[in-house]
């Protein structure tokens, strides 16, 4: 296993380890690929996908989980939820 671990660059004071998982191909590529590490990309579309991305993860376990899953406006009240969450904060601004 040591043999695996050495430190980041051979400079044993960067205080990383480059380990089979930090330093591959594989790892870059989806770190690159996030928007904040993303180049090219504006702050407002760079905040609109990371917006995006959060607004599924508030709504899609209210429809699948929540209490009206197997009612008819299951999917129109997780729908209109999420602006509730995301916006709550704004209210006492």
């Known amino acids: 296993m040591a ?7 051979d400079d044993p004071f960067v ?3 480059a380990t ?6 594989v790892t870059r590529a989806i770190l690159k690929n996030l928007p904040a590490y993303r180049f090219g990309l ?8 990371i917006g995006l991305a959060h607004g ?3 709504m899609g376990p209210f429809v699948k989980l929540g209490p ?13 939820m999420g602006p ?4 709550g ?3 006492n601004s």
């Open 42 to 49: 504006t702050p407002l579309l760079r905040g609109l996908e």
């Open 20 to 25: 089979p998982i930090t330093s591959s191909a």
């Open 3 to 9: 043999n695996f671990i050495k430190p980041y660059n």
């Open 84 to 87: 509730f969450v995301k916006l």
């Open 89 to 91: 904060p704004l209210r």
């Open 68 to 80: 009206l899953r197997n009612s008819d406006i299951g999917l129109l009240s997780g729908f209109l």
């Open 15 to 17: 205080g990383h380890l």
């Open 56 to 58: 599924y993860f508030l």
